[in-house]
């Protein structure tokens, strides 16, 4: 079945460092790809996403482009704030539920960012 | 607006209470999402309704019964919970339909303690 990976965490960072957080799929087909932020306490926010390969998702600083060739959707910043500590989710969208596309998740990346 | 709301933000239960979560959503979404999140995991989906009727059931246990009254609200009703059912409840929503509408939006979640 179609699944996604992400590197452990937590991933630990000096504020104004530059920030990778790798994340891979295997999935049949072409999912659309998502990555989710989750702020301590809170529900998952959208960050970024593609839906087709090549495309590049971004967002308050953040990218990812939709690497078919290497089933790869890294999360990349070039400066990260103490803001931006919190959960990162990869995931992608199942198609195989009709019109509702189940989220299939990664177990997430903990990110702390250091003043 | 791509706001998804909750009530409560906070419930505390014993195993014999009967209680209810509910979620609303005003953006015209007609699918709908009930996960299950334990700490420093993914969420795990429980339910889908598209449409006002359910489409996934994630075999969840029948002392979770989710409700779908109209194509804005969706609520949980809960009955005879275990202590390991205590976690965060994310209800979601999006668009249906197609492949570029899939993309879920989150609420901030119940905090569920079941004692």
């Known amino acids: 079945g179609d699944s996604v990976t992400q590197m452990e965490g937590p991933v630990t960072l000096s504020e104004e460092a530059f920030l990778t957080i790798n994340c891979t799929y295997t999935?049949?087909?072409?999912?659309?790809l998502f990555w989710y932020v989750q702020y301590p306490g809170e529900g998952l926010q959208l960050l970024l996403k593609a839906t087709k390969a090549d495309d590049k998702g971004s967002n308050k600083g953040f990218e990812a482009t939709y690497r078919k060739e290497t089933t790869s959707f890294h999360l990349e910043k070039g400066s990260v704030q103490v803001s931006d500590s919190a959960v990162y989710f990869c995931a992608l969208s199942d198609h195989g539920s009709g019109n509702t596309g189940k989220l299939i998740f990664g177990q997430g990346t903990t990110l702390q960012v250091k003043p | 607006d791509t706001e998804v709301t909750q009530t409560p933000k906070h419930l505390v239960m014993g195993m014999t209470n009967k209680k209810s979560l509910k979620c609303e959503q005003h953006m015209g979404h007609r699918a709908m999402y009930w996960y299950k999140q334990k700490a420093k995991k993914p969420p795990e989906l429980m339910f889908v309704y598209s449409y006002e009727k359910l489409s996934i059931n994630e075999s969840v246990p029948s002392r979770f019964s989710p409700e779908c009254p109209n194509s804005s609200l969706l609520n949980l009703h809960l009955h005879a919970l275990q202590p390991e059912d205590s976690a965060l409840y994310l209800c979601a929503s999006s668009q249906a339909g197609s492949r570029y509408q899939e993309t879920q939006y989150f609420g901030p979640g119940t905090r569920l303690l079941v004692l």
């Open positions: 999935a049949t087909g072409y999912p659309s």
